[in-house]
């Protein structure tokens, strides 16, 4: 998997602790589902990849995560990405966990890294009592980073958090079941390769088209998925990271943007080549 680009499906506000702040208190951390949000039992395994931006010679890096309810996750691994692995990054030891919460530690003894990049995809597998109707939460608690374990800045993002199984019988999120409301939901996969899936709910009584679009950083539009008057409920879109025209775009950062009238959502999505 490419390190190319950062963000998923939740863009996050950050903060550093004023004590720390240095040369990485302006990193950003955006997290992405992988596996679906839905439909969860004991043994399934919840995958997410976590990424960062502004990084200035960040060698030492240590991820702080948790989930609840504090007995849900059995076991953790997690996948420096190819590019990190490259420059030679490395983790010594899979996720330490205890109850409700795991650290993951990264280092390399070359080059840090600077700007933009993947740091890990960690895949956490359910206890055996977790099922379906059990609500679990996975969240970053911290990322702490800088060119040496004594030098480093803590960022600890506010909403960097994963919500599941909150869907009903036909995995079907609670919030997307609500048609009083034009409702943009995450995009899965993200990050993706090939394809990914846009989920969105139209309000009853509808009457003008809903535009479901593609943007870039700028805010250009690069294709419309969708332009039309559409029936109360739940939809679901593909898109094969195409702009209008055909042609494949390369990796990076993009935006849907989902449009009824004045109403307006947008959430980033990942593109990994």
């Not at 960040?58 to 849900?72: H, V």
């Not at 206890?127 to 996975?138: K, L, R």
């Not at 079941?177 to 990050?191: K, V």
């Not at 846009?198 to 969708?226: C, E, H, K, S, W």
């Amino acid at each position: 998997m490419r390190s190319t680009a950062l963000l998923a499906s939740v863009l996050t506000v950050l903060i550093a602790v004023p004590a720390l702040a240095g040369d990485n208190a302006n990193v950003e951390i955006g997290l992405g589902l992988l596996t679906p949000e839905c439909g969860l039992s004991g043994g399934d395994h919840i995958e997410f990849a976590l990424a960062a931006r502004n990084m200035v010679d960040a060698r030492q890096i240590l991820i702080t995560f948790g989930w609840s309810p504090n007995t849900a996750v059995a076991a953790a691994t997690a996948l420096v990405p190819e590019d990190l692995a490259n420059q030679g990054f490395l983790a010594p030891f899979d996720p330490i966990l205890e109850e409700g919460q795991g650290e993951l530690g990264i280092a390399s003894f070359s080059a840090g890294l600077e700007g933009e990049a993947l740091l890990a995809v960690f895949t956490l597998e359910l206890a055996p009592h977790i099922v379906p109707t059990v609500a679990v939460d996975v969240w970053i608690g911290a990322v702490s980073l800088g060119p040496s374990s004594s030098v480093r800045d803590i960022i600890r993002p506010v909403d960097a958090r994963l919500q599941l199984n909150r869907c009903n019988a036909t995995a079907v999120t609670l919030e997307a079941q609500q048609t009083d409301r034009l409702n943009l939901g995450s995009n899965y996969p993200n990050p993706f390769n090939a394809a990914t899936t846009i989920p969105f709910t139209v309000p009853l009584g509808l009457t003008q088209p809903v535009q479901l679009d593609i943007v870039n950083l700028a805010g250009q539009r690069l294709a419309r998925l969708v332009d039309a008057v559409l029936p109360a409920g739940r939809h679901l879109h593909t898109w094969e990271a195409r702009a209008t025209g055909g042609h494949p775009l390369a990796s990076g950062v993009y935006f849907y943007r989902l449009r009824l009238g004045a109403q307006e959502h947008i959430r980033p999505l990942m593109l990994l080549r």
